[in-house]
């Protein structure tokens, strides 16, 4: 891409380009590709260009990149580094910034054991309370006492799943079913992860159906999705993310509301918008452009259903290519209202794609093994 395409940040109507910035310290080589595909394509959507970093340290004169980061960012990260200075708002990045490093973790979901539990500098004890009923039972902690407490707790009505608050997908859980378990467990957690990270125990859930619920802005465009994830096994025989199947709508999570959804789809709906009201309210200075929330439905262990917002992602993730797909196709077709998009992921020599399908990577990844990724459009509703 030739620097003398670009004009400067401050000319009238500037052309803005696109960045994947920053990136994670140890990125595999499919994650990389993954970043830069979902970049490229985003460009596409913006009409702006793409550049590679090296691309990007050419320029003759100072832009200010419209970043797609691989992790949800910082209000310290975005002041430390020039190329972040400029994220005012949803419409200058593809992801999330929050005022404190844990407000992207897992820990926020849940409430402390009580009002005077350690807790890191900005935490809310509004939001546990808010988003009290739209999770399930579960507390974060701190320190080891307090989570032995919350595990003595939370056995009182079955077992429990432990869960390391930076842990990404089920990877580093663990369900415990006394408290010598809860006990034996947390003794391995490092003491100085727990006060930095915290821990999260959380009643455990059999027969579980996980929904996928999220917002997503890229310019002018707004779609909204609800759907189902599925598991497929790493190479060490894990479970770890295999894909979404999603139904998109033209708007924000509100008209996805409105869209005529089936009674489990609605909850998880509605239960993820109220989880993301009370994160804007109770944590000022978060921005998200991409929004995704995975919202569980099991049986207790009583034998109960219960439904309840597990997490958030407010940075690019696994159903983000299929976020692009509808994306684009709402793009083209300004009349289209509604779009089924699908993301997959395999791990081993599998088969290849179909033709139809946009392929983000397939090769040698040299952590995981081969692999393949690649996402498509399912079908227009109309």
Not at 91 to 99: A, T
Not at 164 to 182: C, H, I, N, Y
Not at 325 to 339: G, H, I, K, M, S
Not at 345 to 365: F, H, I, K, M, N
């Amino acid at each position: 891409m030739g620097s003398e395409a670009i004009p400067r940040r401050d000319a009238p109507d500037a052309a803005r380009i696109v960045l994947a910035h920053p990136r994670r310290p140890d990125a595999s080589a499919h994650e990389t590709a993954s970043q830069d595909e979902l970049a490229r394509r985003i460009a596409r959507l913006l009409d702006c260009p793409f550049l590679t970093e090296a691309e990007f340290q050419r320029l003759p004169h100072a832009v200010q990149p419209y970043c797609v980061p691989a992790e949800t960012l910082t209000e310290r990260e975005c002041q430390s580094d020039s190329r972040l200075a400029g994220i005012r708002g949803e419409q200058d990045f593809f992801g999330g910034r929050v005022p404190y490093g844990f407000v992207a973790s897992k820990a926020i979901t849940h409430a402390l054991v009580d009002a005077h539990a350690l807790r890191p500098q900005g935490w809310s004890l509004h939001f546990g309370a808010r988003v009290r009923d739209a999770v399930l039972r579960g507390y974060t902690a701190f320190s080891r006492a307090e989570a032995v407490r919350a595990a003595r707790l939370l056995l009182e009505t079955g077992p429990v799943r432990l869960k390391p608050a930076q842990g990404k997908g089920g990877r580093g859980q663990r369900v415990l079913e006394s408290e010598a378990a809860a006990q034996a467990a947390l003794l391995e957690c490092s003491g100085a992860d727990l006060v930095r990270h915290g821990v999260v125990l959380e009643e455990n859930l059999a027969d579980i159906r996980t929904y996928s619920v999220g917002q997503v802005r890229v310019g002018p465009l707004v779609a909204s999705y609800v759907g189902e994830q599925t598991l497929t096994r790493d190479h060490a025989g894990e479970p770890a993310y295999g894909g979404s199947d999603l139904r998109f709508v033209r708007g924000t999570l509100a008209a996805l509301l409105a869209g005529g959804l089936e009674e489990d789809e609605h909850r998880a709906v509605a239960l993820a918008a109220a989880y993301d009201q009370a994160a804007a309210d109770c944590y000022p200075g978060l921005i998200a452009s991409r929004r995704n929330y995975d919202v569980a439905r099991g049986l207790d262990g009583s034998g109960a259903v219960r439904v309840g917002v597990l997490e958030q992602s407010w940075r690019a993730g696994g159903a983000s290519m299929a976020e692009i797909c509808a994306l684009e196709a709402f793009q083209r077709d300004p009349a289209l209202r509604t779009v089924r998009a699908y993301t997959l992921e395999r791990y081993g020599e599998a088969e290849a794609p179909p033709l139809s399908a946009q392929l983000v990577y397939r090769g040698e990844d040299e952590r995981e093994g081969p692999m393949v990724k690649y996402a498509g459009i399912c079908a227009h509703d109309g």
